[in-house]
């Protein structure tokens, strides 16, 4: 961004300036339809008089995770943006526009938006809409909310990813709250990835699974930002205090042990101890059946909805505890 936030309380995104205390809403336009149709992407500013945080709320990067576009379209219709106490939140319901038309992850070529930054403006599209969110929005703010939902068959239960070795991270991850929260290392081309080597703080809230509004999802979304921005001094409004909330210190995959139908008898959300029975996958003619074990003791962070496995497919995410 050339003209830079010229001081403690200036907002630009790209050149557009939202003052203290205005509240706005900005279409960013981003490309065409074959139709000539013009893509925009709609972004919400709201913004206190006080200086204070300023946080971006991420939905829909993933055009198909809509668990995220209805927690960011529940909190710009609440009242807690409308009169933070200090700092600036924008809000941006759905990024990949593209992706939310075609009920798509990804852009019409299929490639992820995701694992695009920081983009060129002479790109496709996935590379088009990186390089406005890099250029244009994430050097604007402090702090980031990206929302996701697990892709394919795959749910998880509600969770936050902050950065590993990123102390800030995990101590918004703190004041977030989430049922689950665990470190993860970005990857390469994500939004987490480059906004991190803009020193700015991003947690990866994951909840559900893409095509499918969860409303325990969509609430955790919305307790957890409103404790976050309780804990940044930013709203007065009471939260909601979280149920129980586990910290993980990592994660793996639990694999098919052979090929063949599969039955869960654990779900996301779940505790299990070490050699506790998860799941059987029996062959369709009972030649055979294998049970899948916990290796050891966690919560299960996510799991595959999937009926047919091949051996190695990934089965659970469990995480361990601290
Ligand atoms: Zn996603």
Redesign the pocket.
């Known amino acids: 961004m050339e003209e830079g936030n010229l001081d403690e309380n200036t907002l630009y995104l790209g050149d557009y300036l939202v003052s203290p205390g205005e509240s706005a809403v900005w279409e960013l336009k981003i490309a065409r339809l074959p139709s000539g149709t013009r893509i925009k992407m709609p972004i919400y500013v709201f913004r206190s008089h006080k200086p204070g945080p300023k946080i971006l709320l991420s939905g829909g990067?993933?055009g198909d995770?809509t668990n995220g576009i209805e927690i960011v379209r529940r909190l710009i219709k609440s009242r807690y943006l409308s009169d933070l106490e200090c700092g600036s939140v924008v809000a941006v319901p759905i990024m990949n526009v593209f992706g939310f038309l075609n009920f798509s992850?990804s852009v019409p070529d299929g490639k992820d938006v995701?694992r695009s930054f920081p983009g060129r403006r002479s790109g496709s599209l996935a590379s088009l809409t990186a390089w406005n969110l890099a250029q244009k929005i994430i050097p604007a703010v402090d702090y980031i909310v990206d929302f996701?939902?697990g892709?394919a068959s795959r749910t998880n239960y509600p969770q936050v990813r902050f950065t590993t070795g990123d102390e800030k991270s995990k101590e918004l991850s703190h004041l977030f709250a989430a049922p689950l929260s665990l470190p993860s290392a970005p990857i390469k081309g994500s939004l987490r990835w480059y906004a991190g080597s803009l020193g700015k703080s991003v947690l990866v809230y994951e909840g559900g699974e893409s095509m499918r509004n969860d409303e325990h999802v969509i609430e955790e979304g919305i307790n957890g930002v409103l404790r976050l921005m309780s804990g940044l001094n930013m709203t007065m409004h009471p939260v909601t205090l979280p149920d129980k909330s586990y910290r993980l210190s990592g994660s793996s995959w639990i694999r098919a042990p052979k090929s063949g139908m599969f039955r869960p008898f654990k779900s996301s959300g779940d505790a299990v101890a070490a050699g506790e029975t998860m799941g059987i996958i029996n062959d369709p003619f009972n030649a055979y059946e294998a049970l899948v074990k916990a290796p050891k003791s966690g919560h299960i962070l996510g799991h595959n909805n999937i009926s047919l496995v091949h051996r190695g497919d990934a089965l659970f995410h469990l995480g361990i505890e601290e």
Do not use: D, S
Request: hydrophobic share 10%.
């Open positions: 990067l993933h995770e992850r995701n996701h939902t892709g």
